[in-house]
């Protein structure tokens, strides 16, 4: 999936059942990828974040996953209103292997976008998809049914 930033905005996806809103060939080391497609969450529940990426044989940094937030629909280029909501690091445990991790966001969050961070400052990351899933309240891992009214 390419994202095109030629216009200055990202598109605002409509949600299928699991949606790649990032992929990434391969992350220079120490690089910073571009923002992901915009999700909107206005009428979710709760979101499961999926990533996976592929690490170098000698690699020993981290890949972290910088999940940012906006209460509205405005253009997230000139970062109104924007902030860091969670992270999630993608460890190196096995060098060489596929690694993934999937966080619930289970907040009142309006709008969402992803974008990925190679703290290895000697080789690149690989591979890298995140996706991400609406999910109903009876879907939330180790929650319990709780009925939001986000309007």
């Known amino acids: 999936m390419t ?14 059942p699991l949606h790649n809103i990032l992929s990434i060939a391969s992350l220079a080391a120490g690089d910073t990828s571009a923002d992901g497609d915009r999700l909107d969450l206005r009428k979710k529940i709760a979101l499961a974040l999926t990533c996976e990426a592929t690490f170098p044989a000698d690699s020993v940094g981290d890949l972290v996953v910088h999940v940012i937030t906006c209460p509205d629909d405005d253009d997230y280029a000139g970062e109104y209103d924007t902030q860091e909501f969670t992270q999630m690091a ?11 991790k ?5 907040a009142p969050v309006r709008f969402l976008k992803v974008y990925v961070e190679n703290q290895d400052q000697d080789y690149p990351v690989n591979n890298i998809e995140v996706w991400a899933a609406p999910l109903g309240a009876e879907e939330i891992p180790g929650e319990e049914k709780v009925q939001f009214n986000w309007s």
């Open 3 to 16: 994202i095109d930033t030629s216009l200055g905005q990202a598109r605002l996806l409509r949600w299928k």
């Open 90 to 100: 993608m460890q190196v445990n096995v060098p060489g292997e596929v690694v993934q």
């Open 102 to 106: 999937t966080i619930t966001i289970n």
